[in-house]
């Protein structure tokens, strides 16, 4: 499905046709970008096991958006270059019973901002996550969550903004539609998590409650990837929310994506069928820049096609939770901010994200949950004070692995 938003035209297959359709701000899930990069892994084995032949013929039937001149010039062949990479949430392509629905209406919205670094050259990539709520100057005049530059002027607005606050290059643009997300989990036979204890989110519908490795399918791989209200339990009956909310979501998003990328290649690797999948889902669900070149896509496919998923390095700018107004935002801050930043200004090289830390300072230290649909265990209880915010990211015990 194409989706036009304010601001820009939408074409697919050369096509001069436009569509127009309004965006309005609301509560959505930012974790769908997480596809793009399945797909340019998918690019990727698709030079390598069917030929650029029919890589070509593929990925040239990719949606496409005009962004006008908001996009920095691009860069020669092999330096490195930024992806901004907008979620889409499109509630009409749900089932009415989804539980995403839940106080928002079925209509199309805007939100999840990422943008990926990648350096061909070095076989080199970088991912910072920009929550939703980051409170910004708009480009063009006023304030706002840095959503609504999506939202009000459309990705042109966004890109400006990005560079105007950050001063970060933006080359290419991908916007994703979740609504495919289940078919392109299903498409790689789903993506392994391990869960240290029963894990919930009863907002989004995530239900799993026996520790261990859990191959994940497209609903409750879904589920988690949006989950912003999760749970454990580590004793009986007893749960306890995430108090960092956004903040472990996007290292859950993080974390999923890693997986999800390891999947797609083990999978696609060997099998051609997935292959077709994937760039079935993309053709439907991805739409590119007007300059983002069949070309480009295939030479960043080869140039990655070696690429280790556990390689790819992600940061979160670290932020503090205010109000402005009845509006709850995250301010910047700045300076810890530069060292992050820099990275994708190209004025530092890639670096372990580790030794970056990000934070919030409005998180409590324990949270209860409000909520308990019949077919959950017992009501939340105060929370345990030796829990951490690391047992609110699943993953296997030291040496261990879920593949």
Sequence with gaps: MIHAIPGAEITSDGAGSSLS??????????????LSLNILLAVACVVAAAGIGWAYSQASALPRIDVGAALDDAVPAG????????GIDDGMGLNSGDPVLVGRPATMNTDTIMILRVDPR????????LPRDLYVDLAGGGRGRINE??????????????????NIPINH?????????????????????YFQYPSRDQWTGLFQYD????????????????????????TPNRWQEDPSSDFGRIHRQQQFIKAALRKAVSKGARNPFVLRDLLGFAQ????????????????????????DPDALLTFTPPATGTMVGAMSVLMLDTVAAQPIFDIF????PIVDPTATTTSTTQAPTSSVSTTTPATTPPTTAPAMTTTTLSDFIPQPPPGGACL
Excluded at 122 to 129: D, F, L, T, Y
């Design 21 to 34: 359709a309004v965006s309005r701000p609301s509560r959505t899930w930012p974790q769908r970008l997480l």
């Design 79 to 86: 330096d490195p270059e930024n992806i901004l990479l907008v």
């Design 122 to 129: 070095n076989q080199q990539a970088a991912m910072v996550s």
């Design 149 to 166: 530059a999506l939202a009000l002027g459309g990705p042109q607005r966004l890109i400006e903004t990005i560079k105007q606050d950050f």
């Design 173 to 193: 643009y991908a916007m994703v539609d979740f609504k495919g997300f289940e078919s392109l989990v299903n498409a790689v036979g789903g993506v392994p998590i």
């Design 211 to 234: 520790p261990g490795c859990v191959t994940l399918a497209g609903d409750q791989a879904l589920a988690y990837a949006r989950s912003r209200h999760f749970e454990i339990s580590r």
């Design 284 to 307: 439907k669900n991805v739409t590119l820049d007007t300059s983002f070149s069949i070309g480009d896509i295939v030479d960043l496919g080869t140039s990655f096609s070696s690429f």
């Design 345 to 348: 200004r190209g004025t530092a």
